[in-house]
């Protein structure tokens, strides 16, 4: 990994290409323009045939820089970087600071390859990129350029291995809002690979996560749990939390999005009312209700006490 530093002191973490992989994209490109050189040289023979000797030279030494000097030069300031060998080996030339070349640095790294590559058979642009700590020839030298790797294989996600049936769900009331992020990827980072440890030493960094996991929630320790099974069930505990949490906020399907700060709308399932067929009803004759007669009542005596507000 190189550490290339920009302008605003951001670091690159680029990885340059060595000296086999560009090997391989430097005879490719060379196998595509060796071929077209000879098909338009051979075309050139027969369309010369009736000039002079000189004039015929002329004409194979316009050819030779044109098309193995001007053709790669052309290639790489349009692709910015990526010739058809560098192509088909994820492989990509752009400047220090890891921006994209333009003509000038491709014109730099065409006319040093004419005597690294071409005149000493690359035996020069070998021997340069032994000694470069990047992997850089004369040409990436001098043009302030740097060959970098593209496709980088990714590294294979482990999976958390699952808490022992008999303490799924138990740290189900856990607080865990003030457990970092870093405590969280040590955690991960030690159950994906304790099967890789020393027992003894997997015993020992397990404890130790298991207590800084507990300082944090302000729970006490369970009682009997293993040290690796408790670090299974909270980071269990933690996905299924996520996941849930996940779940929730998604809309419904066919619901419109509800705007920012706003509750979505609740939408009610449309019921048919069941059809009333109108009876008559029985005439009942009603009694006359009688008046009740006021009761004088006293007005209730100040205790002192307030009222409740």
Same mark, same amino acid.
């Given at each position: 990994? %190189?550490?290339?530093?920009?302008?605003?002191?951001?670091?690159?973490?680029? $990885? #340059?290409?060595? @000296?086999?992989?560009?090997?391989?994209?430097? @005879?490719?490109?060379?196998?595509?323009?060796?071929?077209?050189?000879?098909?338009?040289?051979?075309?050139?023979?027969?369309?010369?045939?009736?000039?002079?000797?000189?004039?015929?030279?002329?004409? =194979?030494?316009?050819?030779?820089?044109?098309?193995?000097?001007?053709?790669?030069?052309?290639?790489?300031? *349009? %692709?910015?970087?990526? =010739?058809?060998?560098?192509?088909?080996?994820? *492989?990509?030339?752009?400047?220090?600071?890891?921006? /994209?070349?333009?003509? !000038?640095?491709? @014109?730099? !790294?065409?006319?040093?390859?004419?005597?690294? &590559? &071409? *005149?000493?058979?690359?035996?020069?642009?070998?021997?340069? =990129?032994?000694?470069?700590?990047?992997? $850089?020839?004369?040409?990436?030298?001098?043009?302030?350029?740097?060959?970098?790797?593209?496709?980088?294989?990714?590294?294979?996600?482990?999976?958390?291995?699952?808490?022992?049936?008999? @303490?799924?769900?138990?740290?189900?009331?856990?607080?865990?809002?003030?457990? /970092?992020?870093? &405590?969280?990827?040590?955690?991960?980072?030690?159950?994906? !690979?304790?099967?890789?440890?020393?027992?003894?030493?997997?015993?020992?960094?397990?404890?130790?996560?298991?207590?800084?996991?507990?300082? +944090?929630?302000?729970?006490?320790?369970?009682?009997?749990?293993?040290?690796?099974?408790? &670090?299974?069930?909270?980071?269990?505990? +933690?996905?299924?939390?996520?996941?849930? +949490?996940?779940?929730?906020?998604?809309?419904?399907?066919?619901?419109? #999005?509800?705007?920012?700060?706003?509750?979505?709308?609740?939408?009610?399932?449309?019921?048919?009312?069941?059809?009333?067929?109108?009876?008559?009803?029985?005439?009942?004759?009603?009694?006359?209700?009688?008046? /009740?007669?006021?009761?004088?009542?006293?007005?209730?005596?100040?205790?002192?006490?307030? /009222?409740?507000?």
């Amino acid at each position: 990994m %190189s550490d290339l530093v920009t302008g605003d002191a951001v670091v690159l973490g680029l $990885r #340059p290409a060595r @000296l086999p992989s560009r090997a391989l994209a430097i @005879l490719l490109d060379l196998l595509v323009y060796v071929a077209g050189y000879l098909l338009i040289a051979v075309g050139l023979v027969l369309a010369t045939a009736s000039m002079d000797g000189a004039a015929q030279a002329a004409v =194979s030494v316009a050819s030779f820089v044109l098309i193995l000097v001007g053709v790669p030069i052309a290639v790489e300031t *349009l %692709s910015h970087g990526r =010739s058809l060998g560098k192509l088909a080996c994820g *492989l990509r030339v752009v400047r220090d600071d890891g921006g /994209p070349i333009r003509f !000038r640095h491709a @014109l730099v !790294r065409g006319a040093f390859g004419v005597f690294e &590559l &071409l *005149l000493t058979f690359g035996s020069v642009a070998c021997i340069a =990129s032994l000694f470069s700590e990047r992997g $850089r020839r004369l040409g990436d030298v001098f043009a302030g350029t740097l060959v970098i790797r593209e496709r980088v294989p990714g590294a294979r996600v482990m999976p958390v291995p699952p808490p022992p049936p008999w @303490l799924a769900g138990r740290f189900g009331g856990l607080d865990l809002s003030a457990v /970092p992020d870093g &405590l969280w990827l040590a955690i991960r980072q030690y159950l994906t !690979r304790m099967d890789q440890l020393d027992p003894q030493v997997g015993a020992v960094m397990a404890a130790r996560l298991a207590d800084d996991l507990v300082a +944090r929630t302000g729970a006490p320790p369970p009682v009997g749990v293993p040290a690796a099974a408790f &670090l299974m069930a909270v980071v269990h505990e +933690r996905q299924s939390r996520d996941a849930a +949490r996940a779940f929730r906020q998604q809309p419904a399907p066919g619901a419109a #999005p509800a705007g920012y700060g706003q509750p979505a709308p609740v939408v009610m399932p449309v019921v048919a009312a069941p059809a009333v067929v109108p009876v008559a009803a029985p005439v009942v004759p009603v009694a006359p209700v009688p008046v /009740p007669v006021p009761v004088p009542v006293d007005p209730p005596k100040a205790t002192g006490f307030a /009222p409740p507000a």
